[in-house]
């Protein structure tokens, strides 16, 4: 499934019937999860058929496409069924109950409400909010037009600080040739550095957050300023939105790209399978993990994996820090020692280069140990 993503542009008047849609989604959805907490032996299909009685029973919500009402009810569905899994599993902690939504932003068609024009470049929603005819604003390589229609399962209109955007979830399959290049590697993130291989090569951590910390402060202090439900309000919060949705796209692009970079330079990638949020409990760390989004970036480097059809193996964190690479001894240090020093062998190196390499010893035990398939490899690593 490929998502193609156009900013559209329109007039207020669609923006605000854009708007209206969007609120409507969110009183489905709400109600789909009363019904669900009122009643006992709800299942998913009850939720779509009581979509059907919503628009009789509510003037408003008939003029939302019908298909788009029931999408509404599948997310309802899916924080109901969410909430079964991890009561099954037995997950620790909250289970995730759901919750009545009052922030939705977006709405969902189906295969029917939409109507995309020849030419590739404007989309017309065709049921009775009134939004109409918008035009797409993108990348001018990207031609959605290319794909027939029956290929586009959904039409997403996603409402951000910086405008009003189309996505277009199209069912196809993207293929990448990886060129072989004889390279295997472990990967240590941390905070300062981004990450540090087996090879002892560091890419530096940006702080996305923390170079526009200023900023955000002196925006939110602008916010707090403000009357409560005044324009000037408004405006000042939608700079402040502006301001941290640039933030947001740094982060995803730095990580989008180094992983790309690193993926498509190896032919095997092994990293620290991280409980990240565990570690931002740390409220000395916290803010410094979050903003450095290493589950955004490990994200990216499994998706990028399965792309290029190579293994990316995921190892258990303990002891990656402690243990020598060279010897295998244990040299305990704490998290402000930066370097490995040990005294059986005389290695000494970076506290993350020494974890980067057993990150990568780890994964190749792990393979040796499982399938004979590919010792290739561990000679590779060799």
């Known amino acids: ?74 997310r309802a569905w899916f924080a109901i069924s969410r909430f079964y899994d991890n009561c099954k599993n037995h997950k620790p902690g909250k289970k995730g109950y759901p919750r009545f939504q009052h922030d939705n932003r977006s709405i969902e068609y189906k295969q029917t409400g939409w109507k995309l024009e020849p030419d590739g470049k404007h989309i017309t929603l065709t049921d009775g ?28 209109i996603v409402h951000r600080a910086d405008g009003y955007y189309a996505q277009f979830a199209v069912q196809a399959e993207r293929k990448v040739e990886h060129v072989s290049t004889g390279n295997v590697v472990g990967i240590d993130v941390g905070l300062k550095v981004y990450y540090t291989d087996s090879e002892g090569s560091t890419v ?4 996305h957050y923390r170079k526009a910390e200023k900023k955000l402060k ?52 092994a990293y620290e399978h991280l409980q990240i949020r565990n570690m931002v409990r740390n409220h000395h760390l916290a803010k410094s993990i979050h903003d450095a989004g290493w589950g955004t970036f490990l994200r990216w480097v499994r998706h990028y994996g399965l792309l290029h059809d190579i293994p990316v193996i995921a190892v258990p964190p303990q002891f990656t820090s402690q243990k020598c690479s060279a010897c295998g001894a244990m040299v305990k240090k704490s998290l402000s020692v930066r370097t490995h020093i040990c005294l059986g062998c005389g290695v ?26 590919h010792l290739e490899t561990d000679r590779l690593a060799l």
């Open 348 to 373: 000494v190196l970076d506290r993350d280069h020494n974890a980067a390499k057993n990150i990568l010893q780890e994964a190749l035990s792990s393979i040796r140990g499982g399938t004979g398939g």
């Open 1 to 74: 499934m490929l998502i193609f993503e156009y900013k559209l542009d329109g007039s207020k008047a669609q923006y605000t019937a854009i708007d209206e849609a969007i609120r409507i989604v969110q009183f489905i959805r709400n109600k789909c999860l009363r019904l669900w907490m009122d009643a006992r032996g709800i299942s998913k299909n009850d939720l779509q058929c009581y979509c059907a009685v919503l628009a009789k029973d509510y003037l408003f919500a008939t003029r939302l496409n019908s298909q788009a009402r029931q999408a509404s009810a599948d």
């Open 204 to 207: 530096e951590n940006p702080r």
């Open 129 to 156: 909010c009134g939004i109409e005819r918008l035009r797409l604003m993108g990348n001018k390589k990207q031609h959605i037009a290319a794909f027939p229609t029956k290929q586009i399962k959904r039409v997403r």
């Open 218 to 269: 002196r925006l939110h202090r602008a916010v707090s300023r403000k009357q409560k439900k005044s324009s000037n309000r408004k405006k000042a919060r939608k700079h402040l939105a502006r301001a941290y949705l640039k933030v947001q796209r740094q982060r995803e692009d730095f990580a989008r790209k180094t992983a790309s970079t690193l993926i498509s330079s190896h032919d095997l990638i």
